[in-house]
């Protein structure tokens, strides 16, 4: 199933500004770039919703199905993002019966603006919010390194390609989706490289918490 060419463009320059922003022999982080990864929890990680108090007008939602939060056993990871104009809240209950069943642990980080910050131009403000967004989840929760996708619908779809495959040394999976919330667009295991996230095979699932959890 073809990408339509909005989302096709939004992933071209998102990772041309990746690319260009690599200076020779320069100590800078590139541009997309997430240093969050997995640690030893430090914080409860309570069943259910927990608002992670990042920002009180446009914060970030953590899910934790009933399952994972009481064998406390590293756990999948998916990172949604919503589309434009859209809010955690919404996402949340799109995905939480597939997250239960599958036992997937959700975060639905908010955009600062009504979009994605790539959509609108350039990276930035929402590549930080993201990255803060699983640090506190991390802190939080025990999460199993080989099972961490980023999902988005619509333009978090477009955002979720360019996060995904600039930063293939932390996510696994790389889900888009259309309109349908069971349909995905594309659907792709990425390499650990975080620069060029060459695809390893691809897959197509009515559950996107399937895809995650058990490929």
Not at 41 to 50: E, H, I, K, R, Y
Request: charged share 15%; hydrophobic share 45%.
């Amino acid at each position: 199933m073809s990408i339509p060419s909005r989302i096709r463009s939004v992933v071209f320059f998102g990772l041309l500004a990746v690319a260009c922003s690599a200076v020779p022999d320069a100590p800078a982080r590139r541009v997309g770039a997430l240093s969050a990864r997995p640690h030893a929890p430090t914080l409860p990680c309570p069943a259910g919703f927990t608002a992670l108090g990042l920002d009180a007008a446009r914060g970030a939602v953590l899910y934790v199905p009933q399952g994972v939060a009481s064998s406390g056993a590293p756990a999948p990871l998916l990172v949604f993002l919503h589309g434009a104009g859209g809010n955690p809240a919404r996402g949340l209950e799109r995905m939480r019966p597939l997250a239960d069943a599958k036992g997937v642990i959700l975060l639905v980080p908010r955009s600062r603006g009504d979009t994605w910050d790539a959509i609108r131009g350039s990276l930035g403000p929402d590549v930080a919010f993201v990255d803060r967004s699983l640090d506190a989840t991390f802190d939080r929760c025990a999460v199993d390194a080989s099972h961490i996708g980023v999902s988005g619908f619509s333009d978090g779809a477009s955002y979720a390609l360019t996060l995904g495959i600039a930063n293939g040394d932390l996510f696994t999976h790389v889900v888009a989706q259309d309109s349908s919330p069971c349909r995905i667009r594309s659907a792709a295991n990425v390499s650990g490289s975080s620069i060029d996230g060459t695809v390893k095979h691809t897959t197509m699932s009515p559950e996107i918490c399937a895809v995650v959890a058990t490929s």
